[in-house]
């Protein structure tokens, strides 16, 4: 599996465990990595899309209901709900991923995650955010966590976790 990836369903399940048992996110993301250990520089990215989704929630959700008024949030499945809030968050603060890469990976993770109708619900949220993007980040205060971004030259989104394992 990609590092990127890898990454964002680390960042993905300490989110969806937060969000239902409301353990603490250093106990969650610190069991998350002992499981799934990665490497420092997709931990780091990790971390960076946990810690600033947890930072900005408030405003990404504001956002999300902005985007997809029909959808109170409460009633967006859990697991939907916080690929929405990753893929949100990494859109409007860039991590130094194209936004189209940013989406393409969430609705990956929606169909790998949720159900059979998650990743076009994804993608359409998403859509609508893109195409609305500049509009809307005018309104948006978000607090980034990381002040430097994390370039594809950093995390390849080429690198496999499994023939770095093997290579090791």
């Known amino acids: 599996m990609k590092v990127r990836r890898q990454a964002r369903i680390t960042a993905l399940q300490a989110l969806f465990e937060i969000d239902i048992v409301h353990h603490q996110p250093e106990f969650v993301v610190a069991e998350r990595l002992q499981e799934a250990p990665l490497p420092p520089l997709a931990e ?82 998403l859509g609508t955010l893109y195409n609305h993007r500049a509009e809307l980040a005018g309104s948006l205060h978000l607090v980034p966590i990381s002040s430097a971004p994390f370039s594809d030259q950093d995390l390849s989104s080429d690198i496999d976790l499994a023939s770095e394992e093997k290579s090791e």
């Open 44 to 125: 780091s990215f990790a971390r960076a899309l946990l810690f600033g989704v947890l930072t900005n929630q408030v405003a990404l959700d504001a956002l999300i209901q902005q985007v997809a008024p029909e959808w109170p949030l409460e009633q967006i499945a859990p697991v939907d709900r916080n690929i929405l809030r990753l893929a949100v968050y990494e859109l409007m603060v860039g991590l130094g991923t194209p936004p189209k890469v940013t989406i393409n990976e969430a609705v990956e993770l929606a169909k790998l995650f949720g159900s059979d109708n998650s990743g076009r619900f994804v993608n359409g949220v």
